[in-house]
């Protein structure tokens, strides 16, 4: 999932500090060189955008899962929350958004970047929240167990610190933990680009190249890495963001709504597939058609900001929400059921559910303030 900072030039910096000048639209033939004028520093949009994905995916963990009533509500949660649990078992697509979002900031981020800045923007930026998270993990298995499920070693809980865990076979701390490891891959996979200095011209034919493979070898699932790296339905989300991005630095041109409009065709491909496996197989009361209209409307979103329709959005309050989106959805799934099942019984669904969002939202901004900052400004030095 996303969760780089939306400015060009910052490592892992906090947002409404170091940040850069976005280069505004030119034709995608135009010499990188040149020096169009400069939109605002900072997509306000985007923070926005990635704070609804985040409380989506609330929704859907604390709201939205019947299946996990028995274990944390000890109810079902369609009969707890009636009017809500409509909307909220639909939340899980939040991280299609996320992952939209995510292919347009890490173009951002990586323009001008050597392979080396890459990787050590990246680092600052998904670890010291992450380090934290895992060792609150381990607290809430073994403090506040749920009874049901078994605790991960520490072995398990020591490889979960490399956020490997997928290749190396090893139990995740945090089931959220999973959106992780493809963002992971996702960044391995975008190292090929600034393998030599980023253009349009690189950037646009990685993506069809991606594409087109994530689309050929799903009649090759069992060949090594390679399902791996070049996920279809994931892979098309990426490609939609990074081309997005291309359209808001050069402006939109034919190139870019073909390659656009093929990541829609194949995502929409994977996702219906998967939304009927789910609802026949796994017996979730969803419709693919419902979460494919969803997707397209974050698909339409991040267009729209692509196109410069949210230029004129300066809300600062956003890149402060933005800051602790990263934080919250790393602390939320096992602390925020650990209250829930702990509360229930003494203050009821609603309010419990209410006074849960509220602790986790302080606890982000602490972590975000006194764990986050001063561990990468503390990082940063010594790399």
């Known amino acids: 999932m996303n969760f780089p900072s939306l400015s060009a030039k910052t490592e892992a910096s906090p947002p409404g500090e170091a940040r850069s000048e976005i280069p505004a639209p030119a034709s995608a033939s135009e010499n990188q060189g040149d020096q169009p004028r400069t939109p605002p520093p900072r997509l306000y949009a985007l923070d926005a955008l990635r704070v609804v994905a985040a409380l989506a995916v609330l929704a859907f963990h604390f709201a939205g899962i019947d299946k996990a009533s028995g274990v944390n509500w000890g109810e079902n949660p369609r009969d707890l929350f009636p009017w809500l649990f409509p909307f909220a078992k639909y939340g899980s697509y939040g991280v299609q958004l996320f992952f939209i979002v995510s292919g347009f900031v890490i173009c951002l981020s990586a323009w001008g970047r050597t392979p080396g800045q890459f990787v050590r923007a990246r680092f600052l930026r998904l670890f010291p929240a992450y380090w934290f998270s895992v060792v609150v993990a381990l607290a809430v298995y073994r403090l506040l167990p749920d009874g049901i499920r078994t605790s991960p070693s520490f072995s398990d809980a020591l490889t979960n610190l490399t956020m490997f865990q997928v290749p190396m076979k090893a139990q995740h701390l945090v089931g959220a933990y999973w959106t992780l490891w493809l963002e992971l891959c996702f960044y391995l996979v975008f190292l090929v680009v600034l393998l030599k200095p980023i253009t349009f011209q690189r950037v646009y034919v990685f993506c069809w190249s991606w594409l ?14 390679l ?12 490609v939609a963001g990074i081309t997005m991005y291309l359209m808001y630095r050069f402006g939109p041109d034919l190139k870019l709504w ?16 998967h939304g009927d496996r789910l609802r026949d197989d796994l017996g979730f009361d969803r419709s693919p058609y419902v979460a494919l209209a969803l997707v397209t409307v974050s698909y339409l979103l991040v267009l729209a900001v692509a196109l410069h329709w949210f230029d004129r959005l300066q809300w600062r309050w956003l890149a402060t929400a933005g800051a602790l989106v990263y934080p919250l959805y790393l602390l939320h799934e096992e602390l925020g059921w650990a209250m829930i099942r702990i509360l229930h019984d003494r203050l009821g669904a609603w309010p419990t559910l209410g006074f849960t969002v509220a602790v986790l939202l302080v606890l982000s901004w602490l972590v975000h303030r006194y764990v986050e ?3 990468v400004r503390w990082l940063r030095t010594k790399l």
């Open 212 to 225: 087109i493979l994530s689309v050929l070898i799903q009649q090759y699932a069992n060949v090594p890495l």
């Open 227 to 238: 399902p791996t790296l070049a996920p279809a339905l994931n892979t098309s989300l990426f």
């Open 258 to 273: 073909l390659l656009l409009g093929m990541s829609w065709l194949t995502m929409q491909s994977d996702l219906v597939e």
């Open 373 to 375: 900052r001063p561990s």
